[in-house]
């Protein structure tokens, strides 16, 4: 059974700093697209970042180039995204989600929120 954990959510004062990790049981990391999304309230969740299963390419929302990274330790089956210089917009619900094929797998979810 597949099952993606979040933690490493909380309230930060703006211009702080977080690191959300994704604990994967039941699949191997490096075989799936791995990404956050995030959805603020009163808003469609969106894509923040994501990283290619074999060769760790990442990609980024313009609003997080430069802040945020994402990064997988494939060993311990787990996602990272670190977050640099929160800003109050950043305040969402962040989600792992990880893709191969047609198989697609969603956390529950850890809450960020940034107080200004």
């Known amino acids: 059974q597949v099952q993606l954990v979040e933690s490493g959510g909380g309230l930060v004062q703006s211009g702080g700093s977080l690191r959300l990790s994704c604990a994967a049981k039941?699949?191997?990391?490096?075989?799936?697209?791995m990404s956050w999304y995030r959805q603020a309230p009163g808003k469609e969740r969106e894509l923040v970042a994501s990283?290619?299963?074999?060769?760790?390419?990442?990609g980024y929302a313009d609003s997080v180039k430069g802040r945020f990274t994402i990064s997988r330790d494939n060993a311990n089956s787990l996602l990272y995204l670190r977050m640099n210089s929160l800003k109050p917009e950043d305040t969402a619900v962040y989600y792992c989600?990880?893709?191969?094929?047609?198989?697609?797998?969603w956390g529950q979810g850890t809450q960020v929120t940034v107080s200004s």
């Open positions: 990283i290619s299963a074999g060769d760790d390419t990442t």
């Open positions: 989600n990880a893709v191969s094929g047609f198989n697609g797998h």
């Open positions: 039941g699949l191997t990391v490096s075989h799936y697209l």
